[in-house]
């Protein structure tokens, strides 16, 4: 059993910077990210939840292409917690992010929601 939860969301202008955060925790793991692979995720209004960054427990990283160039995924392996910088933000970015957490299981946390101002 993992459980994620994200802050960091919030309203933006365009070209503005925001920094999400995943705080994980297990009862059972004490290193989450050596078990699994770790992804943010966004569901705009009307629209399927799409991939926006991952980080594979090899630290293998996947942008969209939407994304490349201004989002960074990390992650702070002693404190558990996975990081979405966002830089350079549009409108388009508007959308509920999510954490995601993937190996036999897959896990998700509730949400945050980031809008950018058109």
């Known amino acids: 059993q993992v459980q994620l939860v994200e802050s960091g969301g919030g309203l933006v202008q365009p070209g503005g910077s925001l920094r999400l955060s995943c705080a994980a925790s297990?009862?059972?793991?004490?290193?989450?990210?050596?078990?699994?692979?770790m992804a943010w995720y966004r569901q705009a209004p009307g629209k399927q939840r799409e991939l926006v960054a991952s980080?594979?427990?090899?630290?293998?990283?996947n942008y969209a292409d939407s994304v490349k160039g201004r989002f960074t995924i990390s992650r702070d392996n002693a404190k558990n917690t996975l990081y979405l910088q966002m830089n350079n933000l549009k409108p388009e970015d508007t959308a509920v992010y999510y954490c995601?957490?993937?190996?036999?299981?897959?896990?998700w946390g509730q949400g945050t929601q980031v809008t950018v101002l058109p």
């Open positions: 297990s009862t059972i793991f004490s290193s989450i990210f050596v078990v699994y692979n």
């Open positions: 995601n957490a993937n190996s036999r299981h897959e896990y």
């Open positions: 980080i594979g427990r090899d630290e293998s990283l």
